[in-house]
């Protein structure tokens, strides 16, 4: 008896989560990522600023699913889906499946204006985050050497664009690594004299929190002497710097954090798609008219209770993963389907530098370093496998306890 097939394309939260909840199910699973790994992007950031560097966040696919016979893993890039034939095209081939679980993400969206991307990088991958670092580390080597001060001013300005938490994140990093970590480390610039600023279009940062903890991100970036720029668009972005408004700012690290679009699982659907790309589904996540695709996480446009679609957070996509795969073990076993997907908001967080965030619990809501503590102890709870947790947490403390950063190494290609 052939067992029915069940194809999950991506390895992030989403997936992840379904392939786990699958194991040992009656059905033979398959795993589809374009890397070998599985990545935790909330502490990307970490890496870009030198914190931590790439094996401390992430794990090979196939060493966390090792237990799960029934599922195997397949390192390739999709690029697109035969709905009729029923077939996931994966480099030169296809493979077939019965049920498809799509849980591809999203990917950095310039409204427009792709060109940025060049001088201008986003944050979503190991790729982007290690370019990042290189950038930062070499414009202080680049101020160190520079001849006028000019030249070392253009050097040590950073910008980042966007107020949301992955730009609030990053902002207070790079001061904090400009302040702290490598304050003693040069002899012709001080890096404490660095200018960073965090540019956001609307009236304030971290817009999905509530007003009262916006106020207290602004004014922690603040403390750590960064320039937060609100209500002030980004019109140009190229080699010289940044034009904000109708000022120019000459700088020579930008980061991009303000937008994001969803993967191409529309067009691979011929599906409906919302303004940013994802896929309107079902009350049990399933593509309308495809009750055997089911789509998760970034990708997928899921209305909350206040009607909105639900935000591209982790927490958010591993709950879409767990309920997909309580959807497809009650199929197998012919058991009614579990109720329609709800999503169960524990609680949001972001991080502004080293003992500073914000904590939006609903029912209670904290900034400072409570917030902070219980921030550190929610993601590295949240990390793949024991090792991992454990490497993290002690180099979180020694960098608490040191004020180092652990991770300053500028390698690959020179971008700048």
Not at 7 to 12: E, F, L
Not at 32 to 38: E, S, T
Not at 71 to 82: A, E, I, L, P
Not at 128 to 135: E, H, N, Q, V
Request: hydrophobic share 45%.
């Amino acid at each position: 008896m052939v067992r029915p097939r069940i194809v999950i394309v991506g390895a992030g939260f989403g997936g992840l989560s379904a392939a786990h909840a699958l194991s040992g199910a009656a059905a033979d699973v398959t795993v589809i990522d374009r890397r070998n790994y599985h990545l935790f992007q909330p502490l990307l950031y970490q890496v870009a600023t030198a914190g931590l560097s790439p094996a401390q966040i992430a794990s090979p696919i196939r060493a966390i699913l090792r237990r799960a016979a029934n599922v195997r893993v397949v390192m390739g890039k999709v690029s697109g889906v035969d709905i009729v034939r029923r077939t996931v095209r994966v480099d030169d081939r296809e493979i077939p499946y019965d049920q498809l679980v799509l849980a591809t993400g999203a990917r950095h969206s310039y409204f427009g204006h792709d060109e940025w991307e060049r001088v201008a990088p986003g944050l979503k991958k190991i790729d982007d985050a290690t370019a990042i670092r290189r950038r930062i580390l070499t414009a202080f080597e680049h101020a160190e050497a520079a001849e006028t001060q000019e030249a070392r001013r253009r050097f040590l300005t950073f910008v980042v664009i966007g107020g949301g938490p992955t730009g609030v994140e990053m902002a207070g990093s790079i001061a904090e690594l400009a302040h702290v970590a490598l304050r003693h480390d040069f002899r012709t610039i001080d890096p404490r004299e660095a200018r960073i600023l965090l540019v956001e279009a609307s009236p304030r940062v971290l817009a999905a929190f509530p007003p009262v903890l916006s106020t207290a991100a602004r004014g922690a970036l603040e403390r750590l002497h960064v320039e937060v720029r609100l209500g002030m668009p980004v019109s140009n972005c190229d080699e010289a710097g940044v034009t904000i408004g109708e000022e120019h700012v000459p700088a020579a690290t930008i980061v991009w954090a303000a937008g994001v679009a969803a993967s191409a699982a529309a067009d691979w659907l011929g599906a409906e798609k919302d303004r940013i790309g994802r896929v309107p589904v079902g009350a049990d996540l399933t593509v309308p008219g495809h009750p055997e695709i089911f789509v998760v996480g970034d990708t997928a446009s899921v209305a909350g209770k206040d009607g909105q679609p639900l935000p591209g957070l982790a927490p958010v996509a591993k709950q879409q993963g767990t309920y997909v795969a309580r959807v497809l073990r009650a199929r197998l076993a012919g058991k009614p389907a579990p109720p329609p997907f709800h999503y169960y908001n524990y609680g949001t967080m972001a991080t502004i530098g080293r003992r500073s965030a914000v904590a939006d619990f609903g029912w209670l809501r904290l900034d400072g370093t409570l917030a902070w503590l219980m921030w550190g102890l929610i993601h590295i709870s949240f990390l793949i496998g024991f090792r991992n947790r454990l490497i993290v947490m002690l180099d979180w403390m020694w960098s608490y306890v040191t004020f180092q950063s652990g991770a300053r190494l500028i390698t690959g290609s020179e971008q700048n």
